[in-house]
C-alpha cells in the first residue's frame, strides 16, 4: 500500500484516539526505553538522552513524562520530535497487513489529536527559550539503523538516506510553521486577540453553542486574526525535495503544516 493511500486508509478506520499502545516485540529500540514504572523524572532525562532512537508513540510518552516533571522546554521537544518521527514513519514504512495498519491508525489519531500542538505560549513568546528551541529541533536526526522499530511490522527494505531526507523535509516543514507561529505570538495586536479566544473555549470546554453571546465573540476575534496576521510577514514553507514526491499525495500539503495553529 502506497503511503498516501495508507493515510487515508488510516482515516477512515477511525481508531479511538484513547487507546495508543506501541506494546509488543517490534517495540525494540538500539538504546533502552524507560522501564514502565520509573518514576517521571528518570523517563524524562532518558528520553532525551535516547530520543533520536525512540519512535513516535515513545516520544510521545515521554514528552508526558517531562510535562509530569515540570519540564516544559524538554516535554515541548520530545512532542515535537515525535510529531516528525510519527509523520516520517507513517509516510514510509509501509504496515505489512491490516492489523498493523490499525497500529498506525492509533498514532494518526494520537498525533492529530492530542500531541499536535506547538507548546505554550510562554515559550514560544520567549526568545531565548524559543531560540535555544529552534536550536535543538534543527540539530535533531532520527536513528534509522536495522533495529529500529515504529511499532508496527513494516515492508522491507527502506533506504536510509531517503528516510533521513524525509525526516529533515518534515522538520523543516514544523519549523516553518513554528516561526510563523512565533511571529504572530510576538506581535502583542495578535497576541490579545488570541488570548481573549483561548480563554473563551477554555470556560466553554472548547465546546462554543452556536448562537450564544460567546459564539458571536469568536466569530469577532477570528475576523480580527485573520486581519491582523494579514499584515505580519509569512514564513514560506520548504519545497519537498523530488525523490520524496512519490511518496506523497498529488499537490497535497504536509501534514505537519495541518497541525495546531494556536489560533
Not at 111 to 137: C, I, N, Q, W
Not at 139 to 151: C, E, K, L, N, V
Amino acid at each position: 500500500m502506497k503511503a498516501a493511500a495508507m493515510l487515508t486508509a488510516v482515516l477512515l478506520l477511525g481508531m479511538d484516539v484513547g487507546s495508543v499502545s506501541f506494546a509488543g516485540e517490534e517495540v525494540g529500540l538500539n538504546q533502552p526505553s524507560p522501564q514502565p514504572g520509573a518514576d517521571a523524572g528518570e523517563s524524562c532525562r532518558r528520553a532525551i538522552e535516547h530520543s533520536a532512537y525512540l519512535n513516535g508513540g515513545e516520544l510521545f510518552e515521554a514528552a508526558e513524562a517531562c510535562a509530569r516533571e515540570e519540564a516544559a522546554d524538554d516535554a515541548v521537544f520530545l512532542m515535537l520530535t515525535g510529531q516528525v518521527r510519527a509523520l516520517t514513519d507513517m509516510l514510509l514504512l509501509e504496515p505489512v497487513s491490516e492489523s498493523e495498519l490499525s497500529i498506525v491508525g492509533e498514532l494518526y489519531a494520537a498525533l492529530y489529536y492530542k500531541y499536535g500542538g506547538s507548546g505554550p505560549d510562554e515559550l514560544v513568546r520567549d526568545t531565548v527559550r524559543a531560540t535555544a528551541m529552534f536550536e535543538r529541533l534543527g540539530t535533531w536526526r532520527p536513528d534509522f539503523s536495522q533495529r529500529y522499530s515504529p511499532g508496527w511490522r513494516f515492508q522491507r527494505p527502506v533506504d536510509g538516506d531517503l528516510y533521513q531526507s524525509m525526516a529533515d523535509h518534515n522538520m523543516e516543514v514544523r519549523l516553518a510553521k513554528l516561526e510563523r507561529y512565533r511571529n504572530l505570538l510576538q506581535d502583542e495586536s495578535y497576541y490579545k486577540v488570541h488570548r481573549e479566544r483561548q480563554n473563551l473555549l477554555a470556560r466553554n470546554n472548547n465546546r462554543i453553542v452556536a448562537g450564544t453571546d460567546d459564539a458571536d465573540r469568536i466569530a469577532e476575534l477570528n475576523e480580527l486574526a485573520e486581519t491582523i496576521s494579514g499584515s505580519i510577514p509569512v514564513v514560506p514553507g520548504p519545497r519537498p525535495p523530488r525523490e520524496l514526491l512519490p511518496y506523497m499525495a498529488p499537490n497535497a500539503r504536509s501534514p505537519l503544516e495541518e497541525l495546531d495553529t494556536g489560533d
